[in-house]
């Protein structure tokens, strides 16, 4: 059973920039970060390959976010610049342990998440 531990949310002015972390306590083929805005469905935001560092966005977010990886800390980065307060969720760090990577896919295993509130 892989674990998910996210850090990094919090609550900024629109504009502003945060860094989410989430560290898995294992290797996974797969790492991605989805959010869930009060009444709204989940939101696939980022994926990446672990090993060959490929990575998905969808169109929404392209430019703001950023995906990394830290291979040898198992640890997966979402670098949000100019938020907006329709970024305001939920973010959860998710694990997928085969197949693609992209968000658009279901993912094996889940964080608690971390809040991000961005205000106007």
């Known amino acids: 059973q892989v674990q998910l531990v996210e850090s990094g949310g919090g609550s900024v ?3 502003g920039s945060l860094r989410l972390s989430c560290t898995a306590s294992e290797y996974t083929r797969c790492m991605g970060w989805f959010r869930q805005a009060l009444g709204e469905k989940r939101e696939g935001v980022a994926g990446i390959y672990t090993d060959g560092g490929i990575t998905y966005y969808p169109d929404s977010v392209k430019g703001r976010f950023t ?9 997966v ?19 997928r342990t085969g197949g693609a ?20």
């Open 13 to 15: 002015q629109a504009g």
């Open 67 to 75: 995906i990394s990886r830290d291979v040898a800390k198992n640890t």
């Open 77 to 95: 980065y979402l670098q949000i610049n100019g938020l907006k307060p329709e970024d305001t969720a939920m973010y959860y760090c998710a694990a």
């Open 101 to 120: 990577c992209n968000v658009i896919l279901d993912y094996n295993y889940w964080g608690r998440g971390t809040q991000v509130t961005v205000s106007s």
